[in-house]
């Protein structure tokens, strides 16, 4: 029997509003079943499919895989004039590949139960359009099954992530990490207060073993429990309030950053594919440009304006209301869904996993600096950056590599990643 699917308690509204943003921008992989499936649907037949090829190529010769063929312009062959999926609108939702069925659906496995989260890269998850996420539980679950059928068969029996290497808990334990951190970034404050807040109780849990040694009791359960709410107080009076407060990056946190956020604000496919990602000579010279961290912004992504790396050193000018709600629903819903460590983010321990999601929140508000420098409103360049940064978290395959694991943990060790989120992370302030 499938594992059951349960929502979390952030409240995060979501509903497909047909944009077709998801079939213009992505390369889908198919299976073998599901490419059978669709070639024996008969779109030769159809006057706007025939002779056309519907899959491409997605590995090499000597592991060959395949996708759903793309037009001209990024978009999937099967997307129709209306901006709807011709497999489904024929076939039924069934019909297409699970790939498309799911997104943007988050679905990670926690033990006796899977967690639903939504990928942020969607326009209606930013912006929190729909019904509430508890009420697709039934489409939930029927994808959850298919996965259990297919691709994360035996998930039932995964372990949960470590701590950090070597040091493992219970998965009750880590889904309490996972409560007591989303409730420091529902707290009040300003987003990045509490981003260093969190920050601040991972530090001091990195030197912590929880499992017993030395005669000495587990910290686990409800004790364990306590101990977070006790440095969550401990923050709250420990964690200076003002930003200014914060001593400016230095410069192996400013040289760390700068490639992180190379990579968080790229588009490789698609109408979005940004102009310095067409050729391997505008990659190689794209990350120089950002090694040096001056002149102007390269355009890793169609959005990108012509902006100078001096913009994203310049605060936005406040957030509203509905910025702070879309930066603070981001955070909580990639905790409490787990997508911030293990399978979901390139197999990162728990505190690792936090310190990459408090630098994907301060690349993405570097981002809006420099959208908002092209002409954007603020909250439409805070949107549209999480909306960039979330497409990468955890899908990003370079964002997994040794190297950039390492970048993480230097900036972490060297205490360069608060100074990196109330750098900027700050607003309404002078440099």
Same mark, same amino acid.
């Given at each position: 029997?499938?594992?059951?699917?349960?929502?979390?308690?952030?409240?995060?509204?979501?509903?497909?509003?047909?944009?077709? +943003? /998801? /079939?213009?921008?992505?390369?889908?992989?198919?299976?073998?079943?599901?490419?059978?499936?669709?070639?024996?649907?008969?779109?030769?037949?159809?006057?706007?499919?025939?002779?056309?090829?519907?899959?491409?190529?997605?590995? $090499?010769?000597?592991?060959?895989?395949?996708?759903?063929?793309? &037009?001209?312009?990024?978009?999937?062959?099967?997307?129709?004039?209306?901006? =709807?999926?011709?497999?489904?609108?024929?076939?039924?939702?069934?019909?297409?590949?699970?790939?498309?069925?799911?997104?943007?659906?988050? #679905?990670?496995?926690?033990?006796?139960?899977?967690?639903?989260?939504?990928?942020?890269?969607? !326009?209606?998850?930013?912006?929190?359009?729909?019904?509430?996420? +508890?009420?697709?539980?039934?489409?939930?679950?029927?994808?959850?099954?298919? #996965?259990?059928?297919? !691709?994360?068969?035996?998930?039932?029996?995964?372990?949960?992530?470590? @701590? &950090?290497? $070597?040091?493992?808990? !219970?998965?009750?334990?880590?889904? =309490?990490?996972?409560?007591?951190?989303?409730? #420091?970034?529902?707290?009040?404050?300003?987003?990045e207060r509490r981003w260093r807040k969190v920050l601040y109780v991972v530090g001091l849990m990195r030197h912590t073993t929880l499992a017993g040694a030395g005669g000495m009791k587990a910290v686990t359960g409800d004790l364990l429990g306590k101990m977070l709410r006790g440095l969550?107080?401990?923050?709250?009076? *420990?964690?200076?309030? %003002?930003?200014?407060?914060?001593?400016?990056?230095?410069?192996?946190?400013?040289?760390?950053?700068?490639?992180?956020?190379? @990579?968080?604000?790229?588009?490789?496919?698609? !109408? %979005?594919?940004?102009?310095?990602?067409?050729s391997a000579a505008g990659r190689l010279l794209s990350a120089v440009r950002f090694a040096r961290g001056s002149g102007r912004v390269p355009k890793t992504h169609a959005a990108i304006p012509d902006a100078t790396f001096a913009a994203g050193e310049t605060p936005l000018p406040g957030?509203?209301?509905?910025?702070?709600?879309? @930066?603070? =629903?981001?955070?909580?819903?990639?905790? *409490?869904?787990?997508?911030? /460590?293990?399978?979901?983010?390139?197999?990162?321990?728990?505190?690792?996993?936090? *310190?990459?999601?408090?630098?994907?929140?301060?690349?993405?508000?570097?981002?809006? =600096?420099?959208?908002?420098? $092209?002409?954007?409103?603020?909250?439409?360049?805070?949107?549209?950056?999480?909306?960039?940064?979330?497409?990468?978290?955890?899908?990003?395959?370079?964002?997994?590599?040794?190297?950039?694991?390492?970048?993480?943990?230097?900036? $972490?060790?060297?205490?360069?990643?608060?100074?990196?989120?109330?750098?900027?992370?700050?607003?309404?302030?002078?440099?």
């Open positions: 029997m499938p594992l059951p699917v349960r929502p979390l308690t952030v409240l995060q509204n979501w509903d497909c509003q047909s944009c077709s +943003a /998801c /079939c213009r921008q992505y390369h889908v992989s198919v299976t073998p079943e599901e490419r059978a499936r669709i070639e024996a649907q008969g779109w030769e037949k159809h006057p706007d499919l025939a002779g056309v090829p519907l899959f491409a190529r997605a590995g $090499g010769w000597l592991s060959p895989a395949w996708r759903l063929n793309s &037009r001209a312009d990024g978009a999937c062959v099967f997307l129709g004039p209306d901006n =709807r999926c011709r497999i489904h609108d024929t076939f039924g939702s069934a019909a297409k590949p699970l790939a498309c069925r799911i997104y943007p659906y988050a #679905l990670v496995p926690a033990g006796d139960h899977w967690k639903l989260g939504l990928r942020f890269a969607c !326009p209606s998850a930013a912006e929190d359009r729909g019904r509430p996420l +508890a009420e697709h539980l039934a489409e939930a679950r029927e994808y959850a099954a298919a #996965l259990e059928a297919g !691709p994360a068969a035996g998930v039932a029996a995964a372990a949960p992530p470590p @701590l &950090r290497k $070597g040091d493992a808990v !219970p998965w009750g334990d880590v889904l =309490r990490i996972a409560t007591a951190v989303s409730g #420091l970034l529902a707290g009040g404050g300003s987003v969550a107080e401990t923050a709250e009076a *420990e964690v200076p309030a %003002d930003p200014a407060e914060v001593p400016r990056p230095g410069w192996v946190g400013r040289m760390v950053f700068r490639p992180l956020a190379a @990579l968080y604000a790229r588009k490789d496919t698609g !109408p %979005d594919r940004g102009a310095a990602q067409r957030l509203s209301d509905a910025a702070v709600s879309l @930066l603070t =629903r981001w955070g909580r819903v990639k905790v *409490e869904s787990g997508q911030f /460590c293990g399978p979901a983010n390139f197999g990162l321990p728990v505190w690792d996993g936090l *310190e990459a999601l408090a630098a994907a929140f301060a690349a993405a508000m570097w981002l809006a =600096r420099v959208l908002a420098a $092209g002409g954007r409103p603020a909250d439409e360049a805070v949107t549209l950056a999480v909306r960039i940064v979330d497409d990468n978290f955890g899908f990003n395959k370079l964002l997994g590599r040794s190297r950039q694991k390492f970048a993480l943990r230097l900036l $972490g060790s060297k205490g360069e990643l608060p100074k990196l989120v109330a750098w900027y992370g700050r607003t309404g302030q002078g440099k």
